[in-house]
Each structure stands twice: as C-alpha cells, then as structure tokens.
C-alpha cells in the first residue's frame, strides 16, 4: 500500500514527530498542512500517531513503585529512618 | 511531565552527606527510574535492581556531579546505563535487533491506513487494547526504545535526552520518529483487525 506515496508524503513523514511537537517553523507546518488537506493517508497517520503518542501518556496502574520495593530500596541505601512518612 | 522535574535539590546538602536531603531525591525519582527500568527490562525484579544501583551509584558519585547537567539529567543517565548494562548481560542469545542499522537513512513507510483515532476512548484504553500497547513497546528495539521512553513517557525534552544518552538531538529525533511510526503501525494492525472483528459480530 505504500506505493501511492509520494515525494511530499515521505517529506511529511520526516518532518512529522516535530510536527506533532510543535517544533517546527511556521512555513513548513503551512506546508505541511496545505499537504495534508489533500491527502487522506497522510491525515490518518498524523491522526493516529498523535493518537497513539496520547496512549502512552496515559499512565498505568501497576507502575508506581510498589510498597515493599521502596522498603527494600531505602533500607540498602541506609536510609530506614526515613521511610515513613511517605515524601 | 510528572512533577518530579520541578521539584529542586541541595546539590550542597547532597554532597555534604545530607540522609534528609537524599531521602527526598530517592522518593521524588523512584517511579520513573523503576518505570524505566521496568519497560526496558520487562520485570520487576530487573527493574528493582536498575532502580537500587542507580541510586547506590549516585551516593558514591556525588563529588563527581559538577552541576553541567540538571541532577535530573545525571540521575536519569546513570539509571540508563544500568537499564542497558543490565540488558546486555542478561542476553545469552543473538537479538535479531542488534543487527538492525540504528540510525540508517530512511524510516520504514507506513503501511496500514486505517483511522481508528476517532475510537471511543473506553474502547482506545480497555485492558485488550493497552495489552496490544505493551506488546508493542516490548517490541521496541532497544536504541529506539530507550528514546521514546524517556522523550514520550517521561517527557523530558529533546536536548536533555541527548545529552541523558549521549547522542545528538538529531539522532534523538530520528530515534523518535521512528519508535513512534513503529507503534502507530503495530496499533494500526492492532486496531484494524479489531474493527474488522466488531463489523463481522455487528454485521
């Protein structure tokens, strides 16, 4: 399916992160969107990569560090005393 | 960004010997130093000891922080090198992605066009779905990984990760956009199938 792209598709693709992170200078991002008005594939993967960047943002349950880890980290440290309360 | 980053340490205090002080700096940068370790390890015990050197080492380090970098920065590249020492001495096969060129000239094209970001969120973020995420971060080969770790879930800017990973911005960045379009594409495939599935039952 990648062969309808064309030249301005893969100069889109390489500039897209610093698009999506607002880094780019205001006359390539007119560009890019003049670009993206035109064509749809490029849309969907501006779409879903910001998409799938804001999924990864989202933060999930079991990465706090657990109670018994912190335990055992702050005792090798020899830091005990300092354990409770929490911060 | 987590609030960690705005938070300021006693470089001082912390050279000094300051328990309070260093106490503090421990609980402030625990979580992300033990999501790094856990998402480049993938397991707790792992991530425990990235978590536990990182820290051991900066203690005996301390005089040798000259304040050049944030102590963000520093923590993060001594946690780094112990999330990657630690990944090369538990590899006792060849990976297939050590042969992978890490910063050859072109990004691999997308290849599936389906546009499932306008999903209902509960749907984007069901325990399936955030499996397939995992799945595919997992399948992140490391060099690209370790930079869409610390630039997308940590937040920390483009600059800071290169100097965390001693690489330049520009190899940052092509590190970035292409861990990025790997994910889109997994998730893509991921999701596509899914919505094909729902038609099927649907229709």
Same mark, same amino acid.
């Given at each position: 399916m990648a062969d309808h792209l064309h030249n301005n598709c893969q100069d889109l693709l390489g500039s897209l992160s610093e698009y999506i992170d607002g880094e780019l200078p205001a006359d390539l991002c007119h560009e890019i969107e003049k670009h993206l008005e035109g064509c749809e594939n490029c849309r969907v993967v501006l779409n879903t990569t910001k998409r799938t960047i804001d999924?990864?943002?989202?933060?999930?349950?079991?990465?706090?560090?657990?109670?018994?880890?912190?335990?055992?980290?702050?005792?090798r440290l020899q830091l005990d005393s300092y354990l409770h309360p929490k911060g | 960004m987590s609030e960690t980053q705005t938070q300021s340490f006693s470089i001082d205090a912390l050279r000094a010997g300051d328990r309070? #002080?260093?106490?503090?700096?421990? *609980?402030?940068?625990?979580?992300?130093?033990?999501?790094?370790?856990?998402?480049?390890?993938? %397991?707790?015990? *792992?991530?425990? @000891?990235? /978590?536990? %050197?990182?820290?051991l080492n900066a203690l005996t380090h301390f005089a040798d922080f000259e304040g050049r970098s944030s102590i963000s920065t520093w923590l993060y590249r001594i946690a780094? %090198? #112990?999330?990657?020492? +630690?990944l090369r001495r538990k590899k006792n096969t060849v990976n297939l992605d050590d042969f992978q060129p890490e @910063?050859?000239?072109?990004?691999?094209?997308? !290849?599936?066009?389906? *546009?499932?970001?306008?999903?209902?969120? @509960? !749907?984007? /973020?069901?325990? #399936?779905?955030?499996?397939?995420? *995992?799945?595919?971060?997992?399948?992140?080969? !490391?060099?690209?990984?370790?930079?869409? /770790? /610390?630039?997308?879930i940590e937040g920390i800017?483009?600059? @800071?990760?290169?100097?965390? +990973? %001693? +690489?330049?911005?520009?190899n940052v960045k092509t590190r970035l956009l292409r861990a990025r379009m790997f994910l889109r594409e997994h998730l893509s495939t991921y999701y596509s199938e899914r919505l094909t599935r729902e038609e099927k039952k649907d229709g």
């Open positions: 999924l990864v943002q989202v933060p999930m349950e079991e990465e706090a560090v657990p109670e018994d880890v912190r335990e055992r980290l702050f005792k | 309070a #002080e260093f106490a503090r700096l421990v *609980d402030a940068y625990s979580a992300p130093i033990y999501r790094l370790g856990l998402k480049m390890l993938g %397991n707790p015990q *792992d991530a425990e @000891d990235v /978590l536990q %050197n990182t820290f780094s %090198n #112990e999330a990657l020492m +630690l @910063d050859a000239e072109e990004t691999p094209l997308p !290849e599936v066009f389906v *546009d499932w970001s306008t999903m209902p969120e @509960d !749907e984007l /973020l069901s325990g #399936e779905s955030k499996k397939a995420l *995992d799945t595919a971060v997992k399948k992140l080969p !490391e060099a690209l990984r370790m930079v869409f /770790l /610390l630039r997308d800017s483009i600059r @800071d990760t290169a100097e965390i +990973l %001693n +690489l330049t911005e520009t």
